[in-house]
Antibody
């Protein structure tokens, strides 16, 4: 199973960051897995953004909850991240990853996409 | 929010030597802890889950231990490909509020 992030690499301040994660080699419709987003600012550590189940159930990092929306389109085997009102502090590499239902570690991960917030 | 503290921030080790990395949780996470290895320019890769189960593809020189609030990742005999940053991650709470430690960099002495 592989995951691949896609979307714009540059977003202006105050705008909305929108990313897609495409799952291949397996179905996103799985009762045994969740699907997550994690980000990493340049040179810094990892931050969990949110997690979604194939039925659309969502769970968000409380610190980002007011700005984040996750969604899923099972027919496309894709799930999505939307982050509103971005600032330079949202500049990061964004990763998508799978989580097992019985053990919520992240495995595997996508290769990541660097999103820069700049005017 | 459960805070994870990793120590040391950086450890310098010679090839063939042992490295011991620590992860401490601000409250019990039982065994709901994972370790990831990240090399420059790459995504993190799951190394240990359930505090002590090694992920597929990693050799047995990597081992994890601990439960509750104190966890250890041991690399018994460092190889050149093991120099990387290691992160711990707790996934104890439901509804989830997952957190990561700040990472430990393993450098070559």
């Amino acid at each position: 199973l592989q995951l691949q992030e896609s979307g714009p690499g540059l977003v202006k301040p105050s705008e909305t960051l929108s990313l897609t994660c495409t799952v291949s080699g397996g179905s996103i419709i799985s009762t045994s897995h969740f699907w997550g987003w994690i980000r990493q600012p340049p040179g810094k550590g990892l931050e969990w953004i949110g997690t979604i189940y194939y039925d659309g159930s969502t769970y968000y990092n409380p610190s980002l909850k007011s700005r984040v929306t996750l969604s899923v389109v099972t027919s496309m085997n894709q799930f999505f991240l939307s982050l509103t009102s971005v600032t330079v502090a949202d500049t990061a590499t964004y990763y998508c990853a799978r989580q097992a239902y019985y053990d919520l570690s992240f495995d595997p991960w996508g290769q990541g996409i660097l999103v820069t917030v700049s005017s | 929010e459960i805070v994870l503290t990793q120590s040391p921030a950086t450890v310098s080790v010679s090839p063939g030597e042992r490295a011991t990395l620590s992860c401490r949780a601000s409250q019990s996470v039982r065994s709901n802890l994972a370790w990831y290895q990240q090399k420059p320019g790459q995504a993190p890769r799951l190394l240990i889950y359930g505090a002590s189960t090694r992920a597929i593809g990693f050799p047995d020189r990597f081992s994890g231990s601990g439960s509750g609030t104190e966890f250890t990742l041991t690399i018994s005999s460092l190889q050149s490909e093991d120099f990387a940053v290691y992160y711990c991650h707790q996934y104890n709470d439901w509804p989830p509020s997952f957190t990561f430690g700040p990472g430990t960099r393993v450098d070559m002495k």
